[in-house]
């Protein structure tokens, strides 16, 4: 049974560089053919998807935040990861990592495992 | 982007009542939506997949049915451990979007 467990510092100073990472547990972060993505949810407010990234490397970033936005994968410590630089109090939000999988017959992935969530407060 | 309109964004109800949630797409997304009940701090679940499969350990009063632009989730008998937040997602083209969720309560 795949678990994700999102970890990184809970609080963040304005222009600094947000980090966090999703450790991935009973399973192998590059096998399967998943994809990974990371998405957050600002208090009270709906779920936003930031990014994803397959096992080959390649990344999908939502517009708003591609300028600011790094997805990867560090395969020897099975972990994904997230980097958001200059980081505004608009960036505080519970932060989800997710496995994303899809039918053998079909091209489009849907997120079938998640991890809790770690909450990031950005503030000085 | 594809806006998810999700309604109604909360209602209360009881044990034992058939309850829809609908899920509204501001374009065609074929059959790709899915389903998550979310609980406060433990992990999203998803229920349906593929706009009406269910996951595998979802117990079979949940359901899923549209395709296109317009869709449902209904619980057919509702159970205690049912009131919860649930939201939708499509996943037909990017940027993937979420609906703004429908809370569950008693």
């Known amino acids: 049974q795949v678990q994700l467990q999102e970890s990184g510092p809970g609080l963040v100073k304005p222009s600094q560089t947000l980090s966090l990472t999703c450790t991935v547990s009973?399973?192998?972060?590059?096998?399967?053919?998943?994809?990974w993505s990371w998405i957050r949810q600002p208090a009270g407010k709906g779920l936003e998807w930031i990014g994803r990234l397959d096992t080959s490397g390649s990344t999908n970033y939502i517009p708003s935040l591609r300028s600011r936005v790094t997805i990867s994968i560090d395969t020897s410590k099975n972990q994904l990861s997230l980097r958001l630089n200059s980081v505004t109090a608009a960036d505080t939000a519970i932060y989800y990592c997710?496995?994303?999988?899809?039918?053998?017959?079909?091209?489009?992935?849907?997120?079938?495992?998640w991890g809790k969530g770690t909450t990031v407060t950005v503030s000085s | 982007a594809i806006r998810m309109t999700q309604s109604p964004s909360s209602f209360s109800a009881s044990t034992g009542d058939r309850v829809t949630i609908t899920c509204r797409a501001s374009q065609d997304i074929s059959s790709h939506l899915a389903w998550y009940q979310q609980k406060p701090g433990r992990a999203p679940k998803l229920l349906i997949y593929l706009a009406s499969t269910l996951q595998s350990g979802v117990p079979s009063r949940f359901s899923g049915s549209g395709s296109g632009t317009d869709f449902t989730l209904t619980i057919s008998c509702l159970q205690s451990e049912d009131f919860a937040n649930y939201f939708c997602q499509q996943y037909h083209s990017y940027p993937l979007t979420f609906g703004g969720g429908t809370t569950v309560e008693i």
């Open positions: 009973g399973g192998s972060i590059t096998s399967g053919g998943f994809y």
């Open positions: 997710a496995r994303e999988t899809r039918p053998t017959w079909d091209y489009y992935y849907y997120m079938d495992v």
